[in-house]
C-alpha cells in the first residue's frame, strides 16, 4: 500500500514537473496562468485525497478505482469553488519554486482572447477555443483532465481571477509591450499601364490618360476580346539581373522592380539598408495568378518531356517567389510569404503586413511563435494575366468586355453600358513602416495607414451578393477596427471593376455606410488602368495615397449614362475635382467572395 502510495505521489509531482516545463518550452501567453493555476490546485488537493482516501485494494481494479475517480471530482470540486482561493494562494506562498515558474510563465506575451476573456477557460488552451491543448487534442485527454476542466467550469470568473491575479507590475509591463503602433507609408512602386513611377502613374490618373488598347504580346484574333491593360514598354534593367530576367515570369520581375522602387522611393539606400535589422524587415507581396506564362509553357514542354521542362518551372510559377527573391536580394529576414484571394490579393497583403508592425507577432500568434515588431515591410501585389490562357480563361466565364472597336471606353464602371471588366498587368508597392522608426531615419511620410478589415460573401464563386452584405460587413469592421467614424470618410477609391452586378452593390452598400456625408467622393482607377487582378488593391492604394498628398481625386472615365438612382455628387465626373481628404477607403472584392477594405489618412 506504502509503494502504490509513493507511486502515486511521484506520479504527480512528475505531472507538474511536465506540465510546467512544457509551458515554459512552448514560450506561452499569460493566458496559461490561469488554467495552469486551477490545475495545481486541482493536482494537490488530488494528492491529498489519495493520502487520507487510499485503500488495500489494488488500483488496477476498475470498480473500486472508478470509485476513487469519483470521490476525487467531487473533492476537487469543493477545493475549487469553496476554497480554491485561499487554497492557491497558500500553495504559492509556501512554494516559492512553483512560484518562480509561474510568474516566468506570466511573462510572455498575452494574446488578445485571455485579455477578453474575464477569466473563464473550457479548457486548458492557448488562445482561445482551437482546440490545441497543453496536453494534446480534446478527444485525448485523460479522465484526470476532463474531471479538473469540468471543475474549472463551474467556476465563477471572479473566484478564479482572484486565485491567479498576477502582480500588478507584471500587467502594467505587458500592456506597454503590446501597445499598438502607428504605421505609415514611406515609399511606393508601381508598374502599370500608365506609368512605371507613382507621380507619373497619378499624373496621367489625373488627366483621364487610359492604358487600354488593342493586345500587341500575341495573336488574339482567336478570342472574342481583344484589347486589356497592357504593359507595352517596361524594362526591368538596373532591378532585376540579367539571368532572372530570362528565368522568371513577368509578375515576378513586376514585383522585384516595383519592389525596389518602393525602397529607392523611401530613401533606403545602400547604406541605409546595412543599418537596418533586417530580422525585423519583412516582405509580403501577393499574386491572384502566379506564373501563368511559366506553367503554360511548362506544359508544353511537358507533351514532349519532363526532360524539356524549364527546371525552375515550379518555384518560378508559385504565387511567393517574388517576395522570396526579393528577400534574398535586400537579405530581409523578417515574415516573407504571399496570399492569394483573388482579386483582393494585394488588400490583404497590406493588412497582413500592418499587423506586424502594429501589434507584433507575438500578440497575434501567441499559441505558435513569440516574434517582436517588425520596423518595415514591404507589401502589395503583382500579376501578368494578359497571356492566351488568361484571356481565354475571363473569357469562358463571360466576364471581360467585348467593346473591342473603342478600347478606351471600354472600362466604364457604373455606366449602364458597360460589358464586362478588361483585364490587365501590372504591379503596386507600398513601404509600411513604424512610425518611430521611420522619424528616427529621417524618411518622408507620404501618409497614415489605420487599418482595415476583411469578410467574405460565402454565396458564390463569381458573382457578388445581391444585397452587398458582406461589403457592408467589412466596411464596418474596417471603421471599428481603425477607430475611425464614418463621417471622416470622405474619399473612396473604390473596387468598381465595370461590371453589371458589382458595380452598383458596391455602390449601395457605400450608400449605405457613407452617404449621409455631404463631402464625400467616390472614384474607380479602373476606368483607366483595366483590372490588374491581384496588383489592382496595391495600386489603388498607390493612387489613394497620391490623392491625400495632391489634393485632387481623378475622373472617372467613361461614366457617361450612370445607372439608375446614382448621386452624381458623389461620384466624380469626367475631370478631376479638389478634395481636402480626411480619410480614405480603398476596396478590393475577390472571386469567391472575399471582400477587403483599408483606410488611409493624412500624417498628422
Known sequence: ?????????????????????????????????????????????????????????????????????????????????????????????????????????????????????????????????????????????????????????????????????????????????????????????????????????????????????????????????????EIKYFSPDGWVSPKLSKRADKFTLYSLTAGKKALADAGITEEVLGKLDKNRCGIIIGSALGGMRIFHDAIEALEVSYRKMNPFCIPFATTNIGSAILAMDLGWMGPNYSISTACATSNFCILNASHHIMSGESAKYCYLICGHFQDMILCGGSDAAVLPIGLGGFSACGALSQRNSEPTKASRPWDTKRDGFVIGDGAGVLLLEDLEHAKRRGAKIYAEFLGGSVSCDAYHVTKPHPDGTGIVVCIEKALANSGVAKEDVNYINAYASSTPMGDLNEYRALIHCFGKNPELKVNSTKSMTGHLLGASGAVEAVATVKAIQAGWVHPNLNLESPDEGMDMNVVVGPRKEPLDIKVALSNSFGFGGHNSSILFAPYK
Not at 488530488?46 to 471530482?73: G, I, N, Y
Not at 500587467?171 to 500608365?194: A, D, H, N, S
Not at 483621364?208 to 476580346?225: K, M, Y
Open 1 to 229: 500500500m506504502v509503494g502504490l502510495y509513493s507511486i502515486g505521489i511521484i506520479g504527480v509531482f512528475i505531472w507538474v514537473l511536465l506540465a510546467l516545463s512544457l509551458s515554459l518550452s512552448l514560450m506561452a501567453s499569460s493566458a496559461l496562468a490561469s488554467p495552469l493555476c486551477t490545475w495545481l490546485v486541482a493536482a494537490c488537493a488530488s494528492v491529498a485525497f489519495e493520502k487520507d482516501q487510499l485503500t488495500s485494494s489494488s488500483m488496477f481494479h476498475s470498480p473500486k478505482r472508478l470509485s476513487q475517480w469519483a470521490k476525487r471530482k467531487k473533492l476537487v470540486l469543493k477545493y475549487i469553488t469553496r476554497g480554491g482561493a485561499g487554497f492557491a494562494s497558500n500553495l504559492l506562498s509556501c512554494n516559492s519554486g512553483v512560484q518562480n515558474l509561474m510568474s516566468s510563465s506570466l511573462a510572455f506575451e498575452p494574446c488578445n482572447e485571455y485579455n477578453s476573456s474575464k477569466g473563464h477557460y473550457s479548457s486548458i488552451t492557448f488562445c482561445g477555443d482551437t482546440g490545441f491543448s497543453l496536453f494534446g487534442s480534446k478527444k485525448a485527454r485523460n479522465r484526470r483532465q476532463r474531471c479538473i476542466n469540468r471543475g474549472a467550469n463551474s467556476v465563477s470568473g471572479n473566484t478564479l481571477a482572484v486565485a491567479v491575479r498576477p502582480a500588478n507590475g507584471v500587467i502594467t509591463e505587458k500592456k506597454q509591450l503590446v501597445k499598438q503602433r502607428r504605421v505609415v507609408v514611406t515609399g511606393m512602386g508601381v508598374v502599370t499601364p500608365i506609368g512605371d513611377n507613382p507621380d507619373v502613374f497619378y499624373d496621367n490618373l489625373l488627366e483621364g490618360v487610359s492604358g487600354i488598347s488593342e493586345i500587341q504580346s500575341f495573336d488574339c484574333s482567336p478570342f472574342p476580346t481583344k484589347i486589356a491593360g
